[in-house]
């Protein structure tokens, strides 16, 4: 299949192939008479399996791996924990940034002044002692 086929079968952009074929992350494709690359069954497997590891939040560098270690089918899958397991623990210490955070922006939110002159939201994040005072470094 064409990079336009293919692109339309993965709900990958055509812009996107090419930069994974750039990085590696897909092996370059053979190419038709007039020039076109050509694309089979396993690339298409191999760029849904990326989509899949990008929609994770996996970075290119684990999805790299993770791609190169399927060409060992009989190997160990610890490789495979381990990257699973460090996103998930990237996963959670997002979450915990994402809570101070929100609590940061709840105890701003209620002004109940009608002027900026008066707001108290930006009197806070004005003060000195602002990040100390809102639990985040700033």
Do not use: W
């Not at 339309?8 to 494709?29: N, W």
């Not at 399996?49 to 996996?58: E, T, V």
């Not at 290119?60 to 399927?70: F, S």
């Not at 994402?98 to 002004?111: D, I, M, N, P, T």
């Amino acid at each position: 299949m064409k990079i336009s086929e293919l692109a339309s079968a993965s709900q990958v952009p055509v812009k996107t192939i090419r930069y994974y074929e750039q990085e590696g992350l897909l092996p370059p494709p053979s190419r038709m008479a007039n020039g076109y690359r050509h694309y089979g069954p396993q690339d298409l497997e191999t760029l849904i399996f990326i989509r899949r590891c990008r929609a994770l939040n996996i970075a290119l560098c684990d999805i790299r791996r993770l791609v190169e270690v399927q060409q060992h089918p009989h190997s160990s899958c610890a490789v495979v924990d381990d990257i699973i397991a460090e996103q998930l623990e990237r996963i959670r210490q997002t979450q915990r940034e994402l809570a101070k955070l929100e609590a940061s922006l709840s105890s701003l939110v209620a002004c109940d002044t009608h002027h900026v002159r008066d707001c108290c939201i930006l009197k806070r994040l004005k003060e000195d002692d602002c990040s100390a005072n809102l639990g985040v470094e700033l």
